[in-house]
């Protein structure tokens, strides 16, 4: 676990007065933060792993029922990144820097608990409009007669109106996080979506000891009942994600146990001159707001024509293939964007523009040292991991062919993908909320066209919605550097000579990783050979990368030493 904050709590005493606290000296040995999160990231991402295998060997390869799930799930999943972990929250861990740094740790605290009691309003309300909207919407669109829903609307519709509630719990989990965070503390939130994950297992091994494995596909009736259930397993599974969170509140002084009549007092106090209270976090929050829906909506408008488009299992097959690929990107690229953002954002709020340049370039190296071999790795051993992991139960050849080509597409979107994320934070830590969203904003357009453009002009299956995707992540990246180039100071000399070293690595990954696999499966069989592959890739990395004197190497060597 995270050692509480180095300097006195003083939240413990909310009469104390308190001057602004070291929001740098919180944001101290990074590299063992993001070692930290990377760990319970890999926990989290593997539980994930597992019941996305436990749900294909349940539902198959062409379930017209748990493709109905999946669309489903992409709602309330919009809403979690839109309010939750996106716009909301990032935008609040802005605003409680600030506040903390210059009024202190109790000041910090009232805006946490005030805009928790906001969102938790707005969370109601945003449900019950979108339970509404799903509930009474046509099931062909005006004028384009496009069948949103797919041939067969009703389940989507009732499944999602059985998720929609969690919302209301993962938002409310992902502002918690935040306020974490930005105290120094980073153990609990990333251990919440563990919870999450194990509690989400235990519904599928209850439906798998009720209903059998490999129920027919077409056997719809069984299908709904199982992804009925299921869904009131999501939601528990919500609720013990915000609960699990909730002791490391009272420690660090961020909620207390307060009358009704305290809790209106509290209400009632004025936010310090100038300090942003939760009105200026939602009026902060409406440029990223839209950012992430731009973004998030991407994400629905590609699950949606996969549920239109493609033939059935198309929208469960693109999932899976997705899940595949943020298992080393939220391992690499999404752990250190969380472990580096809220240094960025102290460097960024005392105007030191240099430390902002070196934390964000150090980070994109060290990204680009993991990222690029696994883009590779995947891209060469998708069709064994797809097969490995999932061709089991009800999922055949067949899906495993649709799903690795979706998967090898995806390989070549986690590079940028993950560095749209880390420059784009690098934005918002600057106080540019606006570049970000129009980059987006155009991306969500050339996303859509690419999307037709490559299913109904090209004859692509899953593969084009995924292509599409990663056509986009690098466009997005490529508009973004720029303006970031013109912000900061000048890149230190041998950025690109680092990435190409790296790339040089990678391709010597790839081309071990593919021997292994062919010389060690005949002998080992499938799996054992796959780990061969996998492990024998990952060395054969790191010695070129010691033979190249890689400084990602040194540096690694230099916090072991540590």
């Not at 000041?107 to 938790?120: M, P």
Request: charged share 15%; hydrophobic share 50%.
């Amino acid at each position: 676990m995270d050692a509480a904050p180095q300097q006195p709590d003083r939240s413990e005493d909310p009469g104390t007065p308190s001057s602004g606290a070291d929001l740098v000296g919180r944001h101290t040995r990074l590299g063992r933060r993001t070692a930290l999160i990377s760990v319970l990231t890999l926990v989290s991402r593997v539980l994930g792993y597992v019941r996305e295998i436990l749900s294909a060997a349940l539902f198959g390869d062409k379930s017209a029922i748990f493709d109905a799930f999946i669309t489903a799930w992409r709602v309330p999943n919009l809403f979690r990144r839109f309010l939750g972990e996106g716009a909301i929250s990032t935008s609040f861990q802005t605003a409680m820097t600030e506040v903390e740094g210059r009024h202190g740790e109790e000041a910090g605290a009232r805006l946490f608990r005030g805009t928790v009691r906001v969102l938790i309003l707005i969370l109601i309300g945003v449900c019950l409009v979108t339970m509404g909207l799903v509930a009474l919407m046509p099931d062909r669109m005006p004028i384009t007669g496009w069948a949103w829903l797919g041939a067969d609307p009703q389940p989507v519709r009732q499944l999602t109106l059985l998720l929609m509630p969690f919302v209301v719990m993962v938002c409310a989990g992902a502002l918690i996080g935040g306020a974490l965070q930005v105290r120094g503390h980073f153990a609990t939130p990333a251990l919440a979506p563990v919870a999450l994950n194990i509690v989400w297992i235990a519904s599928l091994a209850v439906l798998a000891g009720t209903f059998g494995w490999g129920v027919a596909s077409n056997d719809q009736v069984t299908h709904l009942a199982m992804a009925e259930r299921l869904a009131l397993g999501v939601l528990i599974a919500g609720m013990v994600q915000l609960v699990v969170q909730i002791p490391v509140l009272f420690r660090f002084g961020l909620v207390r146990i307060q009358s009704p009549a305290a809790q209106i007092r509290e209400m009632r106090i004025p936010a310090a001159p100038g300090a942003p209270g939760p009105g200026t976090v939602l009026k902060r929050a409406l440029p990223l707001a839209l950012g992430a829906a731009v973004y998030q909506i991407n994400v629905m408008v590609d699950g949606l024509m996969a549920e239109s488009l493609l033939a059935d299992g198309g929208p469960t097959l693109h999932y899976y293939a997705n899940r595949v690929q943020q298992f080393p990107m939220a391992l690499v690229a999404i752990a250190a964007t969380s472990a580096v953002f809220p240094a960025l954002q102290a460097h960024g709020q005392k105007g030191d523009l240099g430390a902002v340049r070196r934390l964000h370039d150090t980070t994109h190296r060290s990204v680009a040292f993991l990222a690029i071999p696994a883009s590779v790795g995947l891209f060469v051993l998708a069709g064994p991991i797809i097969s490995v992991s999932f061709e089991r139960g009800a999922f055949g050849a067949e899906g495993v062919v649709r799903t690795s080509a979706a998967l090898r597409m995806l390989a070549l979107a986690i590079l940028p993908a993950g560095a749209m994320g880390l420059v784009a934070r690098t934005y918002y830590a600057l106080g540019d909320f606006k570049t970000p969203v129009r980059v987006s904003m155009v991306l969500l357009v050339v996303n859509a066209v690419l999307n037709l453009v490559l299913i109904r002009g090209a004859g692509m299956d899953v593969d084009g919605l995924a292509l599409g995707t990663a056509t986009t992540s690098w466009l997005g990246l490529v508009a973004l550097l720029p303006g970031l180039k013109r912000r900061l100071p000048a890149a230190e000399p041998g950025q690109w000579r680092s990435f190409a070293r790296t790339a040089l690595c990678a391709a010597v990954c790839g081309g071990v990783a593919w021997g292994v696999l062919g010389v060690a499966t005949p002998y080992l069989g499938a799996t054992f050979g796959l780990l061969a592959a996998m492990a024998g890739g990952g060395a054969a990395h790191l010695v070129a990368a010691v033979g190249l004197r890689a400084p990602e190497m040194s540096a690694l060597r230099r916090r072991r030493s540590r």
